[in-house]
Every structure is written in C-alpha cells, then in structure tokens.
C-alpha cells in the first residue's frame, strides 16, 4: 500500500496461540468487499506456528506485522490504535473471522452519520470446529434506552477520532476491553447496532465457566471505577429482613453453616461493603436481636419489627418502609436502599458494591441480581406444553430470559416511598457468578452449601 495513501479503515487482528484457526480470520478481512483497508495482525508472545503463519501474510501489501511479548487485550488494543491510519477501527479476534460484507456495511454506517461513534452487528455463534450453533440478534437500538448490554468486544467498528478523544482503553484491565469502553463511550457518543450476522464468534466450551468468573470480577471492577469518576462516594442503607423462628418456625436465620450462623454471613458482608452507610436487620424475633447485638455489637442497627408486619402473607415493602422510618428518626436517609435476604451466603461486599454502582451508572429505579437462562422454559396453555419463547436457531436478545437470584435488590429511597415497591420502574441488572447465585431453599441447596464451605476451607 503506498506511504500516501490513508485507508479508510483499519482491522487488527489479535492472536495469541491461534494458530489453528488465525488463517481463516486474516483470509476473511483480506476477502471483503470493501477494499480500502488495512490489516494489522498482532502476535502476542505465541508459542506455537503463529509466526511462521504471519510472516506468510506479511507479503501482502495491505498487511502490518507486530510481534510482541504477553503485553494483554488492552495495551495491545492501544498498540493497535496507535498503529492505525483508517478513519474507522476495528478488532477481530483471531479464532474469529468476518462476513465477507462486514467492513462495507458497518463503514457505511458510520460514513452516513457523522455524529455516530461506534456500530457493532449480530453475529453467528459456532463451535470451536466452525459449526454454527445459532445467530444471535441484538435488539433495534431505536428502540433502545437502557444501554446496559453492551456491544460485543471484537467486530465493533468505532470511529478513531472519538477512540483517541476518550483516550483509547484503559490499561488497568486485561480483559473486558468492550465493557470498559462501552460505558466510557455511550456517555458522550451515539452507538448504533446493525441488524444483520458479520461475523462468527467461536465459543470455546472448556473455558466457559473460568472465563465469566473473570469477566464478572473485570466487569465489577469497571463498574466500580467509572462510579467513582461520575460522582462523589455513593452511600446506600441495607436492611436485612428477618422474621425469625418467632413468626416463623421454619426460619433458618439461626441454621449453622460453615461455622457460624446463616444470617451471619450476609450481615458481615454488608458490613464490609464499602457503599454501605449503615445496616439494619429488621425482625420481630428477640431471639435474633440478641444474636444480632452479641455478635456484631453496636455495627448494625436493629429495627424490632411489629409482628402484623412479618406475617406470612405481609408484602415484604411494609418492614423496608418501617425499618426506613425508625431510622430516619435519627439519621439522614442515604437515597438507596438495599435489601439483602439472607437465604443467598456466598453474595458479597462486591456483588453489593456492584449493583449499587449500577443504579447510579445507568440511573435506573431499581436493580437486580440475575443470572441468564438458556435453558427451555415451558407453560400449559390449556392444550399442552408450549415453549415460553421460541425453540429455533435464531437467540434474539428480546427473548433472553433472566432469573433472579442472590437476594439482592437495591432501589432508589424515592422511587420505594412513592410506590411502596422493592421493584419496578426502569429495572437495571447485575449478573452473579453461579457460587453467589445460590440461594439456600432446599435440603440440596445446603448440601451444595457445605460442600463449597468445606471446599474453601481445605483450600485455605
């Protein structure tokens, strides 16, 4: 490619022990519709073939070779930024490759909008022999007003002028690229999804778990700084309900697990969360007052809650609303409420930490705890079983079903007071990694409890 000319667009490719599947992605960029382009391929520290593979492409003229030693995503990702000349940029991981119309139709994009900074597609996810599995479709985002699923890392094309008005991606991370930006970037620049598959995300079976449970820790520590740059230090009042075995004989407050209490392990949690003002166990149980203020002391308040409001059949708003008041006698309301059950032991200062950030980063009314569901779900309408949504191919975002788990809820002060409701209004999410999700409802569900309290403790 001549020294004068700019390309208009820039693809870099990143790899690292890839070899196996990096031929098929610098093949689908080279292969485009698109010809005004170049292609920088990066190699991170690869042991393997990838080098011998690479130097073959570096013949092409519209090819710029880097070798690197175990640099990670983001310095590469600002390496790349650096390097590029087109006015649009884009990452494509090496086990994945482009539509052959990619480049044409996202740069088309953008070249028609000069106000838009960033367009991502659907794609089509296949396994790691190349089979697709499924296309997933992402929602019209004109219809879009909640931006907290983020674009896909990889195939995103962003324009570069507002790439490097951001200052590129933040070095702290070595994962996570897309989220990170993501939440910089909606803040100040219009983001666009287009509507088609572009390009084809391999999924690597046997790193799925240890991969989301590094994502989700990346994830809540992007949260977690961005909030700290929006605004000044967010505090929040938990409150824990308890009924206790008083009003509940059933109650498992006072259930040993790991040695120590159930209702222990999410009083101490809470306390360690840093965004957390003050707790409060609300309970008509003086049984559990007096294990409260024995073991925690003067730390966490407790609300002697009237029996009328612990009954079975009592909405659980009524004891937050109480447990509000009696506080506020004393004390300056913070304008987020927590509300912890303590039914869900292995969620965290962090799980906490997290979902309050989001309230606040996303300006929702509420947020949950969830895990996403890919199982089928049925329902009887009256002839039989019919799927609660689609059994195809096809995974589209409108129908992704969530589940809620960890016994989590925060909710802003106001939005509580005014329509006596622990949830509802514009409904955010945090996701939780399967160990924080558990919640304790049956003889399995403890089982499965002790089992990862032994494990931890033998591993300690």
């Known amino acids: 490619m ?7 667009v820039t693809v ?14 610098v093949d689908s960029v080279l292969s485009q519709t698109l010809d005004n ?29 880097i070798f690197q030693h175990n640099k990670g995503l983001n310095v590469t990702n600002n390496i790349a930024l650096r390097a590029a000349r087109g006015d649009y ?43 697709v599995l499924e296309a997933v479709r992402r929602h019209d985002f004109d219809n879009v007003t909640l931006h907290d699923q983020p674009a896909h890392g990889a195939c995103t094309m962003i324009r570069r002028s ?18 990170d930006l993501w939440i910089r970037f909606i803040k100040h620049f219009k983001v666009q999804n287009i509507n088609l598959p572009l390009f084809y995300y391999r999924q690597h079976e046997a790193s799925l778990t240890r991969d989301e449970n590094r994502i989700l820790d990346t994830r809540a520590e992007i949260i977690k700084r961005q909030a700290k740059l929006d605004r000044q230090k967010i ?88 447990a509000m008041e009696t506080y506020g006698r004393n004390n300056d309301l913070p304008d987020t409420i927590v509300h912890l059950s303590i039914r869900s032991p292995f969620r965290t200062a962090r799980h906490i930490n997290t979902a309050v950030d989001m309230l606040h980063l996303f300006e929702t009314d509420t947020v949950i705890a969830v895990r996403p569901e890919t199982d089928i779900f049925f329902q009887h309408d009256g002839n039989g079983l019919v799927p609660v949504r689609k059994v195809s191919r096809l995974q589209l975002e409108r129908e992704g079903i969530f589940r809620e788990v960890g016994g989590l809820r925060v909710i ?7 329509e006596k409701s622990n949830l509802g209004g514009r409904i955010g999410h945090v996701i939780l990694d399967q160990k924080a999700a558990l919640n304790l409802n049956s003889e399995l569900d403890w089982k499965t409890a002790e089992s990862l309290v032994s494990e931890h403790q033998t591993n300690a």
């Open 2 to 8: 001549p020294v004068s000319t700019s390309p208009r």
């Open 12 to 25: 870099y490719i990143t790899n690292h022990n890839y070899a196996n599947y990096l031929g098929r992605a």
């Open 37 to 65: 382009f170049e292609l920088i391929v990066i190699d991170d520290g690869s042991t393997d073939n990838s080098r011998e593979l690479i130097e073959k492409y570096a013949e092409n003229d519209k090819v710029i070779t």
């Open 89 to 131: 940029i884009m990452r494509l991981d090496a086990d994945d490759w482009l539509d052959a119309h990619a480049l044409e139709i996202l740069g088309g994009a953008l070249d028609r909008d000069p106000d838009l900074g960033l367009v991502f597609p659907d794609y089509y996810l296949v396994d790691e022999a190349g089979e």
């Open 162 to 179: 507002f790439l490097l008005e951001i200052d590129g991606y933040d070095e702290n991370f070595r994962c996570q690229d897309g989220y």
């Open 235 to 322: 505090s929040a009042l938990a409150i824990i309900p308890v009924r206790g075995p008083a009003a509940n004989p059933s109650s498992v407050a006072l259930t040993p697990l790991g040695g120590k209490y159930l209702i222990d392990w999410t009083i101490q949690e809470a306390l360690e969360a840093d965004c957390i003002k003050d707790v409060i166990v609300t309970t008509p149980d003086a049984a559990i007052i007096k294990h409260v203020d024995n073991v925690f002391g003067g730390t966490v308040i407790c609300v002697e809650r009237d029996s009328k409001l612990a009954r079975p059949n009592t909405y659980i708003e009524g004891a937050l609303l109480d």
């Open 412 to 418: 802003r002060r106001e939005f509580l007071e005014k």
